[in-house]
C-alpha cells in the first residue's frame, strides 16, 4: 500500500528537500512536523519531535543528554523536563526545549534538515511577535492556530494520563478519610507502612506533635485543622492505676500524611 504525500506530511517535506537546491531551502515546515507548544507559559518545542525531523541517527536518550552537557543548557531556563506514563505503561521523560535551545540544536546539526529547522525557529519568533502584538493575529493565521491547538491537545493528553495514574491512589485516599476514630502514633504508622521512630520524627519535624516532659502532645493548630488529637489513656502501673495524654492522628491526618510521604518519596 503507497501512501502519498497528501497523507504523510514526512514524504512531502522529503520531497520539498529533494526538489530544493541547499541554497534555496525554504523556511517553511509543516507545523505538524515540528509542533510549538503554546498550552502553557512559553512557547516550546518537544525534544522528541525536533530529534525525529533532525535524523540525527542517535538514540534519543544520548543525543539529548550528551546535547545538555556539552553546551551547558540549564534546566529552567533553556528546557523544562516532565514525566509521564505511555499507554504501554512505561515511564518516559520528556524534554520540553526554549525556542533559543530548539534553534542551537537545529544549528549544530550542520545538515540541510537542521539549517531549514533553525530558519524555521527564527520564523516562529518572528510571528510569535506579531501575534503578541496583535492578539487577531493568531486568527488569521490557519498554521498558527494549528500549531495552538496542537498544543492544547498534548495538554489534554497528558492531564487525563496524570488522572488516570493518580485515580487509585485518589481513591484510596478518599477510602481513608472517611474511616472513623482515631489512632495512637505506632498504630498510625503501621497504616502507613514506615517504621513509627520515622513518624514521630516526621510529626515533630513538621510541626504536628510536641514533648512535654515525657509525653508527646498534639500541637493545637492541628487539632483545630482535625488533623490531630488527643486522649487521656489510663494503664495499670505496679504502684497502681496510672494515666497519660496520647496524641493521636485522625482519619484526616492519616490521609494528609499519606499525602506528605507519597510527595516525598516521589
Not at 540549564?74 to 520528556?94: P, V
Not at 498504630?187 to 519535624?205: M, N, Q
Not at 486522649?231 to 496510672?242: M, N
Not at 485522625?250 to 506528605?260: M, Q
Amino acid at each position: 500500500m503507497s501512501i502519498s504525500h497528501d497523507t504523510d506530511p514526512f514524504l512531502a517535506f522529503d520531497a520539498l528537500i529533494a526538489a530544493t537546491p541547499d541554497e534555496e531551502l525554504a523556511p517553511a515546515i509543516p507545523s505538524n512536523i515540528i509542533p510549538i507548544r503554546q498550552g502553557e507559559g512559553n512557547p516550546s518545542v518537544n525534544a522528541r519531535d525536533l530529534h525525529t525531523f533532525l535524523e540525527s541517527g542517535r538514540q534519543f536518550s544520548n543525543w539529548i543528554t550528551e546535547r545538555i552537557e556539552t553546551f551547558d543548557f540549564i534546566e529552567g531556563r533553556d528546557f523544562t523536563t516532565n514525566l509521564f506514563r505511555s499507554a504501554a505503561g512505561r515511564q518516559t521523560k520528556e524534554y520540553l526545549l526554549s525556542l533559543d535551545m530548539a534553534k542551537e540544536l537545529s544549528m549544530v546539526e550542520r545538515t540541510p534538515r537542521g539549517k531549514q529547522a533553525r530558519q524555521y525557529f527564527i520564523e516562529c519568533e518572528k510571528n510569535l511577535a506579531k501575534a503578541s502584538a496583535d492578539p487577531l493575529a493568531v486568527l488569521r493565521d490557519p498554521a498558527a492556530m494549528r500549531s495552538l491547538l496542537l498544543g492544547y491537545a498534548e495538554d489534554v493528553l497528558r492531564l487525563e494520563a496524570q488522572v488516570t495514574t493518580l485515580a487509585p491512589k485518589a481513591a484510596g485516599l478518599e477510602r481513608l478519610a472517611g474511616t472513623a476514630g482515631t489512632y495512637c502514633i505506632t498504630d498510625a504508622a503501621k497504616s502507613l507502612g514506615i517504621p513509627p521512630k520515622r513518624l514521630f520524627e516526621t510529626l515533630e519535624g513538621k510541626g504536628w506533635i510536641y514533648r512535654r516532659g515525657g509525653e508527646w502532645l498534639p500541637m493545637q493548630s492541628k487539632q483545630n485543622l482535625g488533623l490531630m488529637d488527643c486522649k487521656v489513656v489510663s494503664f495499670q502501673a505496679s504502684d497502681g492505676t496510672r494515666s497519660t495524654t496520647q496524641a493521636r492522628v485522625t482519619a484526616k491526618g492519616l490521609a494528609r500524611l499519606s499525602e506528605l510521604l507519597t510527595a516525598v518519596s516521589a
